[in-house]
């Protein structure tokens, strides 16, 4: 079956949700429709609305869109007289992360999704390219871009102005309180805001949990107790829409036959292989937490079968570098090797090391306003800044405890933490 859809593979961390949920569905008679993390959908594009669908190379996109800095190709696809979407390839393909702009174009499935929309992909034209330059609103990366993304200018611009206050506080000399005071509301207000935010999103990246099976089926993890917790609570679901792999905070959703993806399970000594119908590897997993110590793979392969996906047996087979790293103990040598893996915007950090940066400001407005009182006697205002100052450092510690105790869990071989 020609691939019908394009999605993102491989998200992590707060990410995970929008990567679950957004789809671009070739429809009957050349439709096209998003489907978004929220549930909603939006047309794109009437059955027999698009007249071209064209691959825009990196070096001819405008910045704004991505280009020039080997970021990779994109899809447009064209109507008569207005782009109707713009998608760089780096946002839809699936396998391993690569730069290869053929092999993530082979991967994307962008041809075949031009085949179902009752076009071919063609290299874009100088007037063309012009055309997708020009778009507004027509650009999209997809889950990977809008609502983390539209936090992290948010965290910014708050942090930017208790800079601000920051520096008017301490500019400020004794004869002008009233000055202080407005320049101590300046920075504690945003810092509170950013507070709030942090405890918010370290608390639902630790709360997340595997999607629901939602129809797929669940092939069990073999793995024994002695290895880490993350790897046992993998898991790997098997449907005819989607198959879904997860470990630890990331998750990799492929399409399954019924969308013109994975068509073909290679079972290999070392791992699992997820191929389309032409040949091209759409996912690797490891074999050893699937594949019985007796070498039984028969979870594996009834789950297969209900899916209509081919099973294939080879005696040989190397198990790609970067799937061999992901379980290297070298690689985690480090207590915190696993959470930092993850980088800072997947785990609710907007803004790198804005955590401790938060704390230390509320530290110092909580510590400078007792000192004040201290030397001067107790003042209302002082003390409400006091305790506003200590609350946003405090929280700061519970983010960063939050962070540990969900690194130490992953990391741990005890079963008493396993999740049901």
């Known amino acids: 079956m020609t691939r019908s859809v394009l999605q993102a593979a491989t998200h992590g961390g707060l990410l995970v949700a929008d990567t679950r949920g957004w789809r671009l569905l070739a429809g009957s008679g050349g439709s096209v429709v998003e489907h978004r993390p929220d549930g909603s959908t939006r047309t794109v594009a009437e059955a027999g609305q698009v007249d071209r669908v064209v691959l825009v190379r990196g070096a001819d996109l405008a910045r704004r869109l991505g280009g020039g800095r080997a970021r990779g190709d994109a899809i447009s696809l064209l109507t008569d007289d207005a782009v109707a ?3 760089p390839l780096t946002s839809v393909h699936l396998g391993i992360e690569t730069f290869d702009t053929d092999l993530m174009r082979a991967t994307s499935g962008a041809a075949d999704f031009a085949l179902a929309i009752g076009r071919t992909l063609e290299i874009a034209t100088p007037d063309e390219i012009a055309r997708v330059n020009a778009a507004r609103g027509a650009f999209t990366r997809g889950p990977s871009s809008d609502g983390m993304r539209r936090v992290r200018i948010l965290h910014v611009g708050l942090l930017l102005l ?3 206050g920051f520096v008017l506080s301490v500019a400020a000399d004794d004869d002008h309180r009233r000055q202080v005071q407005l320049a101590t509301i300046v920075l504690i207000a945003p810092l509170a805001v950013v507070a709030a935010s942090l405890l918010r999103l370290s608390g639902t990246f630790v709360g997340q949990r595997p999607p629901p099976p939602d129809g797929r089926a669940v092939v069990p993890n073999v793995l024994p107790a002695d ?10 679901q098997i449907g005819a829409d989607d198959v879904v792999h997860t470990e630890h905070a990331r998750e990799t959703w492929l399409p399954g036959p019924r969308r013109g993806g994975v ?3 290679v079972i290999a000594p070392g791992a699992i292989w997820f191929l389309d119908r032409h040949g091209v590897t759409l996912g690797v997993v490891m074999a050893e937490r699937w594949i019985t110590p007796g070498g039984s793979a028969e979870a594996l392969e009834l789950a297969c079968a209900g ?10 087979g190397d198990v790609p570098p970067t799937l061999q790293a992901d379980v290297d103990p070298a690689v985690y040598a480090s207590s915190q090797a696993l959470l930092y893996l993850q980088p800072p915007l997947e785990r609710g950090v907007p803004v790198p090391a804005e955590s401790w940066v938060v704390g230390f400001l509320g530290f110092t407005v909580g510590a400078g306003s007792l000192a004040l009182q201290v030397a001067d006697g107790v003042d209302p205002v002082d003390i409400v800044y006091c305790i506003v100052g200590l609350t946003i450092a405090v929280s700061q510690i519970v983010v960063t405890m939050r962070f540990r105790r969900w690194n130490n869990r992953q990391m741990s071989t005890d079963t008493t933490g396993t999740r049901s």
Not at 227 to 236: A, D, N, T, V, Y
Not at 307 to 316: C, E, L, P, R, Y
């Open 85 to 87: 979407l713009t998608v």
């Open 162 to 164: 208790a800079a601000v």
């Open 227 to 236: 290895r880490w917790l993350w790897l046992r609570e993998s898991q790997l």
């Open 263 to 265: 068509v073909t399970c």
């Open 307 to 316: 899916a209509g996906i081919a099973v294939d047996f080879h005696s040989t």
